[in-house]
């Protein structure tokens, strides 16, 4: 498989292709050389240089902002469309088992790719190589960023809105399924709202943001 426009779109080249290519194999493909490793690599590299970008520009802000707009930048939702723009998709390998996926974990892989992606370029580019990469990728959402946006995540927000309408809070209820992936329920007005994630925090938050936006364009209407 030619990765030639994927590093186009990054703007740099792999010395070590084998790497790259192990950063989209999929556990599911291959049990024993897959991109869990690297996925545990990159997501801590991408917090870091986020975090350090953070800290630079935002000098005068406090610890407690910088964490909310640190987890505003690099959420799932961020992470998926990223993926999404660099169509890693079509680069992932999958075991033949797994053509039914549903949404939710065909999100979750993208997800874990991109981050795996990220492993791969630190890895083989090092540390300023792999800054220079994720700052680039992240360029429009960094230029748009100012102290003064909602920064609330979607639980916390379903949460303040649950207790506008004096409702009951919120209660999660969050199992682990096979393959590694969780799934939660929420119930409102009668109803029960599913969504799965890659942990039990994806999977709550991901139930939150499909409630909100059922509860938003309800009261739309």
Known sequence: MSYKDLQTQLGY?????ELLELAFTHKSYSNSQNNERLEFLGDSILNSVISKYLFDRFDNEKEGLLTRMRAFLVKAETLIT???ELSLDKYIKLS???ANLSKERKNSILEDAFEALIGAIFIDGGWDI???VILSIFNKDLKSLSS????KDAKTELQELFQSMKYELPKYNTKEIEGGEFT??????????????NSKR???TNVAIKLLSQIKNTSNE
């Open 13 to 17: 080249n792999f010395k070590d292709k």
């Open 82 to 84: 990223k993926a999404e």
């Open 96 to 98: 033949k088992g797994t």
């Open 130 to 132: 792999a800054n220079e």
């Open 148 to 151: 003064e946006m909602n920064f």
């Open 184 to 197: 939660c329920l929420v119930l409102y007005n009668g109803l029960t709202f599913e969504a799965r994630g």
């Open 202 to 204: 994806a999977a709550e």
